[in-house]
């Protein structure tokens, strides 16, 4: 159904993604939260990091998770000063982090400094997003070309960026959250006709969907980025 795809979409790429990565591998899961992607990395030797201060219900604005646990966490500490040597990891992955980072730039330096050359690092964000997970949610965003310009600047290579979703996806995810939204900020949730007008207008956007001709360009969920460190 249009606008339901978002993460199952994100997570079939990071699957497809850590294939690539070389059995034995080191990879490091920036950001790791839950260590929800540890399943995905059984061929590889799996390390996780977090800074462990977001306990689920965060300052109640907002969307939360209501609860949180980091307790398998190997590293906790600031994802712009990881405890490890250079050259210590053959994979980074950062995934739906960069927007919960005040300094995003500070952490693709890190990630520069212990990724070993001809790394791959392995990153997903949001490219518009709501409030969640505050006070530690410092953008809503990223385009493709803060990819295509910071990453080069930083030693890598950009091999891959995949927009997920587009405008449409978009825009029916948000119109499938109204009712919550409307409940909670309101009192109030759609009334019989306009339920019916809101099924309308999805069906509406699942032909436009069908029929896109790149509208990711202006509007999607989010870039799935494939890059490289170059050799020294």
């Known amino acids: 159904m249009v606008g339901t795809a978002n993460e199952s979409t994100r997570i079939a790429w990071l699957e497809k993604?850590?294939?690539?990565?070389?059995?034995?591998s080191r990879i490091l899961d920036a950001g790791a939260g839950e260590c929800q992607f540890k399943r995905l990395c059984g061929h590889l030797t799996y390390v996780s990091q977090d800074f462990a201060q977001y306990d689920?219900?965060?300052d109640e604005n907002g969307l939360q998770m209501g609860k949180w646990d980091q307790e398998e966490l190997d590293i906790v500490g600031d994802i712009s000063a990881i405890p490890e040597p250079n050259d210590s990891f053959d994979a980074i992955m950062c995934i739906e982090v960069?927007?919960?980072l005040p300094?995003?730039?500070a952490a693709l330096r890190e990630f520069g400094r212990i990724l070993k050359p001809e790394g791959f690092l392995i990153v997903t964000a949001p490219f518009c997003s709501l409030t969640h997970f505050s006070p530690f949610h410092f953008a809503s965003g990223f385009?493709?070309?803060?990819?295509?310009?910071?990453?080069?600047e930083q030693g890598f290579d950009v091999i891959e960026i995949e927009a997920n979703g587009n405008y449409f996806e978009y825009l029916a995810q948000e119109l499938r959250r109204l009712p919550y939204i409307?409940?909670?900020?309101?009192d109030s949730s759609p009334s019989f006709v306009e339920g019916i007008a809101l099924r309308c207008v999805l069906r509406m956007l699942e032909r436009f969907s069908g029929r896109d001709r790149n509208s990711d360009e202006l509007l999607c969920f989010g870039y799935h980025v494939l890059a490289r460190k170059r050799l020294a």
């Not at 993604?17 to 034995?24: E, F, T, V």
């Not at 990819?147 to 080069?152: G, T």
């Not at 409307?182 to 309101?186: E, L, N, P």
């Open 17 to 24: 993604a850590l294939a690539k990565i070389p059995a034995g």
């Open 182 to 186: 409307g409940d909670r900020y309101t």
């Open 103 to 105: 300094e995003p730039l």
């Open 56 to 58: 689920g219900r965060g």
């Open 143 to 152: 385009n493709r070309y803060f990819y295509e310009h910071h990453l080069p």
């Open 98 to 100: 960069l927007e919960h």
